[in-house]
């Protein structure tokens, strides 16, 4: 795939990116500065065949981008995710795209059971204390959390991340845990009942448009001040702007989140409070999953070039 | 009545000797102490509390991906000590995926963990060392200067036992040469405090000896406390008895 143009949106990973210059022709988006990518796009958008995108809201594959890329054929998403892409475009204009499911399952879970023990036992929160010379000056003193063990988990989108997740807290005890499959609409009554017989509730489902929202006021109210709220899927799943309030008021319990709705742009009133864990959307984060993760970009990548059937489609 | 599993500050010779009878809190804590040695061990191998220093700094605009950490999936953990809390931490870990193997006074005979016969091959054997066990003469400083060695660069310890099962300086200096990777500690050996050359440390995550503080077990200890007394006064058996050399946990 040596003469295969590949745009490059943002630096993802050191490994992804010397694999992709080294066998493609590799273009980075980020070479010209933000006022100039207009221009940018313009002066290459003649040898541009691939676009390789990262994960999470704003992470590029929009209408505007396949517009202005007349010879696209193949949208690379280095996430399991792939809502920031324009599907309904790419099928228009006949271009593929591949995510990257099943490995990282097993991370994103892991790390969803890590948010669930920390939200509620505050461990993150009893660091800082102890890095901050308090446990010491306090005379011991640090005060009671609460139990995850035999808790009740609600888990919202019961897929792979989903089933793994359940698979993991039934190892602490947790009664059955349950799924609340969602039908195609947006009001969701049910997601409310879930969340009134759980202690926690845990987000995991895709971004589609249908779960924009799925953890509406209603939900929090119904969760309860001894609830906790843990988002592994989008920020966009949950109504952040109630989620804050709800936290800050007491209203809720806790909560652990690993995505919002604008990535890397964290309410400055969730610094503020302790019974908050803040993650920087890092359920793939491990070294081993995402070399895992660029490989399969790279394998879809060369099964494009070589008219070989993509490995992980999405359209 | 000891308001504690941990009863390596009372002398229970001299108890026995005077027909002093000694309760501790049975197996009142050990979902929690389990939890706790379980979401420290997530922590350091997923970097969770180093994130969200990251985070709370607003270090993520404006430096996008945070480091990374390790797949925990795999991972084979040993386990020092195989009671009740250190089953709970072995069957959580299975469910994490880990492999789990341990050491123990004696080995268990219903239990599915490849069993050493003492921690320093069980080190070799083990990507991360968690330490469950009883503080007496035979575990102080149990994890030392060899067993760290046998852990190698790459080996995570997390205790939650006491902190002098662990000899601190020779792991605080493990640390800060990168002859281990990692550290997550409820106890330390000199408490309140932890080290300060632990404090800028990013891949060691410190809690201040909590693992048992939550508000459903000192719930359930009033109650099993209360218990006990009961028993005691009313000429019953003691519901966790503690004997000079018994195997507690």
Known sequence: MESLGVLLLRPLDTYLEQELDRRCRLLRLWDAPHDRRGEFLRAHALSIRAVVTGGGSGAGGDAELIDALPRLEIIVCYAVGFDHVDLTRCRERGVRVTNTPDVLTDDVADLAVGLAIDAPRRIPHADRYVRAGLWKANNGYYGLTNQFSGKRVGIIGLGRIGLAIAKRVEGFGCPRTRQQAYPNYTYLPTVVQLAAVSDGLVVACSPKEQSRGIVSREVIEALGPRGVLVNVGRGAHVDQPELVAALAEGRLGGAGLDVFEAESDVPQVLMALDNVVLAPHMGSGTRETRKAMADLVLANLEAHALSKPLLTPVV | ?249
């Not at chain 2, 607003?58 to 386990?79: A, E, F």
């Not at chain 2, 991360?128 to 503080?135: K, P, R, S």
């Not at chain 2, 575990?139 to 997390?158: P, Q, S």
């Not at chain 2, 459903?216 to 003691?238: I, K």
Request: negative net charge; aromatic residues 6%; charged residues 20%.
């Open chain 2, 1 to 249: 009545m000891c308001l504690a599993a941990g009863v390596d500050f009372i002398d229970l010779d001299e108890c026995a000797r005077r027909g002093v009878v000694v309760a501790n809190s049975g197996s009142v804590f050990s979902a929690d102490v389990a939890d706790h040695a379980v979401g420290l061990l997530i922590d350091v191998l997923r970097r969770v509390s180093a994130a969200e220093r990251f985070v709370r700094r607003g270090l993520w605009p404006v430096q996008g991906g945070h480091p990374l950490g390790s797949k925990i999936g795999g991972r084979r953990v040993g386990i020092i000590g195989l009671g009740n809390i250190g089953s709970q931490i072995a069957k959580r870990l299975q469910a994490l995926g880990c492999i789990v193997c341990y050491n123990s006074r004696t080995p268990k005979d219903s239990v599915p963990y490849r069993y050493f016969t003492n921690v320093h091959d069980l080190a070799v054997e083990s990507d991360v060392l968690v330490v469950a066990c009883a503080l007496n003469k035979a575990t102080r400083h149990i994890v030392g200067k060899d067993v760290l060695e046998a852990l190698g660069k790459d080996g995570v310890v997390v205790n939650i036992g006491r902190g002098a099962n662990v000899d601190q300086a020779e792991l605080v200096r493990a640390l800060k040469e990168g002859r281990i990777a990692g550290a997550g500690l409820d106890v330390f050996e000199n408490e309140p405090g932890a080290p300060g050359e632990l404090f800028c440390m990013d891949n060691v995550v410190m809690t201040p000896h909590v693992a048992v503080f939550t508000a459903e077990s000192m719930s359930d200890l009033r109650d099993h406390v209360v218990a006990n007394l009961e028993a005691f006064f009313s000429g019953q058996p003691l519901l966790t008895p503690v004997l000079p050399h018994s195997p507690v946990n």
